[in-house]
């Protein structure tokens, strides 16, 4: 997450955000060791893996818009 410390994040949401900034910073670099891995093997990963991947990210980004969205 960038500038955590510049957003005004409310108390009860501060630990959840956070937690999710760690997995993404986390997932993040485990997509990159994927990449290269497949480059180092010359084999790529299946492409259902992606589109999976890509729909669970869409979710994550669909809950947030919501919670953005709140007023």
Known sequence: MSSPDL???P???RP??????????????????????AQDDGIPIPQELVTSFQ???SRIIASLTTAAAVK
């Open 55 to 57: 729909q669970d990210y």
């Open 11 to 13: 108390a009860k949401q």
């Open 16 to 37: 959840v955000i956070d937690r999710l900034s760690d997995a993404m910073e986390r997932a993040v670099a485990y997509a990159a060791a994927i990449a290269d891995n």
């Open 7 to 9: 957003i005004s994040i």
